[in-house]
């Protein structure tokens, strides 16, 4: 095992033990302990030998592995044993490495060891340990000294100076005290011994000079290997650097990229972080000046609503002062409207007067004319008759051709000069047609159709084929410059048709009584008056004025149930109405009398355009269809059509479905008529003017809806601006 200086030593031996070599038969070098034991043996106190014994202990605790030094790792061992950090023990390492040379040897140990053992464990014996070591060396010395002093002279000091100079020991020896002290020991007891002991010094110092020699060559080839090593280590060290140095560099590379890219995508951050600065600053500007915007909104608002809140206050105050005004304003208007409602029926009144006049007159014009052309059209026949009557009878006596001249020029000639007295109709058909009065004549002058025997009802289906008919009994009326002194009939006593009495449902039609020459009018009265009912007379002013239209299919019933619902009784022999007829009837609603202005219109298509004038004005309408004929039902559409196109949805309609007593011949199932007004919002009813069944309900019911309307848009007349709500007509 090397020492650390280099020299080949064994194992620590005891003393005594070893391989028998060395001088005079001791090993050949003595273990560094050895020599300690020697000096155990030698002049020690208990006390040190223990610290001895302690610190070969330690050493042998540190030097596990035997090699016979201590390097500074070993001492760390020491850190369980002693009660020491691991800087203290570093410490004591470099304490105890006398040499430096980083290596502790055994003498170093255990000198320093006790030296610092008792100064680390005794601090006060430590002095004294020191003293003592020191007191004991000096008394050592001084023994030796006094020993030496008192026995060397001078020549023995120069001999051993000689013999350490013969013998070079200043370079190994550094203390020769002992070396001195051994010599004169051994010079004054055994000077024969001395030259063994010089011969041994001599060996010793030789050995040591060598070992000294080979410790300063093993020295310089350490420190050649050490500086080797060191270069090496230097070299493995710059190579390490330049590692380290590339490493880093590297790293720094790594780094430099990575903080680059770092860098960059911060600063892509910042920009991004900018720009939303930049936004969120532009949005704050903006949010600013929203706000400066609003909050000067805010300053005009308040503003505009404090102008408000005055604007307000006097409007108020206007619309209290408006409203007392209105309220004045509505009574005005209310008595206005009284006055304008008054003078609107008195103009309505006259209007219809007017019409009246002008549209009889008209109407009588025109069935005049046609009056004449069918006169014409018979005379023509009859003189074809006579013609050929003459031919066949040409003996006869010429008696027979006076009575013809007796008569007074043509009817034509009566009416074209004016004479004015107008005998009635049926007279003047008497004496040219002389026919048998045993029915009735329609107007065309045809007998009316035969009636069932025995039933006394129209025939089948209504009369057909239809003669032409009667024009309507408009026409009898005297004109109207004939009317201050036309003597008026009474109704009842309506010359030209047969009368069906108003008991009595048999239908029997009895001879109407002779005319009387003075002119009558079917009505009895002039027209626009209105007609004296048995039941029901209306001394004053009637309440309230509605007009109502009457349209539907011709022979469906309309005159029929115009005359049955006015004058109260059923005529089977009506004659097709030509143009328009108007009858006007009060009635009682609901405690005020409601006067009904009653339009008839002709069915038939070619009045359709004198008709459909009269719808315009209408406050209500009756739309009729024959309930046995399933035609006229389904011409109510267009009917109901016409009647919008002329007035709107704003008019009541009342759907009659009439001849309800011809049960028999039903074409049209009630629940059609029910369903068709539901549909159109219509009052509905099946009558029937023959019997009068429903006559006077239905339009009972029509004059009151009429009324009730009347009331609402008066009250929302005078009530401001409320528009009046029409209500459904089937209530
Ligand atoms: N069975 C029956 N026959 C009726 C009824 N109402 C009218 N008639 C007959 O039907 C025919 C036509 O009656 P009108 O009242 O002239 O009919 P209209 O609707 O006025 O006809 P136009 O004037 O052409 O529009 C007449 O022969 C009437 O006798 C009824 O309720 N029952
Ligand atoms: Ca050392
Ligand atoms: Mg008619």
Redesign the pocket.
Known sequence: MAAPDGRVVSRPQRLGQGSGRGPKGRGACLHPLDSLEQKETQEQTPGQLDMLRKAQEFFQTCDAEGKGFIARKDMQRLHKELPLSLEELEDVFDALDADGNGYLTPEEFTAGFSHFFFRQNNPSQEDAGEQVAQRHKEKVYQSRGNEDLGDMGEDEEAQFQMLMDRLGAQKVLEDESDVKQLWLQLKKDEPHLLSNFEDFLTRIFSQLQEAHEEKNELEYALKRKIAAYDEEIQHLYEEMEQQIKSEKEQFLLKDTERFQARSQELEQKLLCKEQELEQLTQKQKRLEGQCTALHHDKHETKAENTKLKLTNQELARELERTSWELQDAQQQLESLQQEACKLHQEKEMEVYRVTESLQREKAGLLKQLDFLRERNKHLRDERDICFQKNKAATANTAASRASWKNRSGSVIGKYVDGRGILRSQSEEEEEVFSIPRRSSLGLSGYPLTEEEPGTG??GPG??YPRPL?RIISIEEDPLPQLLDGGFEQPLSKCPEEEEVCDQGAQGQIQEAPPLKLTPTSPRGQPVGKEAVCKEESSPSAPDRLFKIVFV?N????????LRRFCEGR?S??????VGIDYRVKTVNVDDSQVALQLW?????ERYRCITQQFFRKADGVIV?YDLTDKQSFLSVRRWLSSVEEAVGDRVPVLLLG?????EKEREVPRGLGEQLAKDNNLIFYEC????GHNTKESLLHLARFLKEQEDTVREDTIQVGHPAKKKSCCG
């Open positions: 009802e129209p209504g009369p008919r539907g011709s022979a469906v019933g309309k005159t029929s149930f059923f089977p022999g009506m004659a097709a109405t008839d219109t002709a069915g038939q009729m009439n001849k309800l007593d011809n029937s003017a023959y019997s």
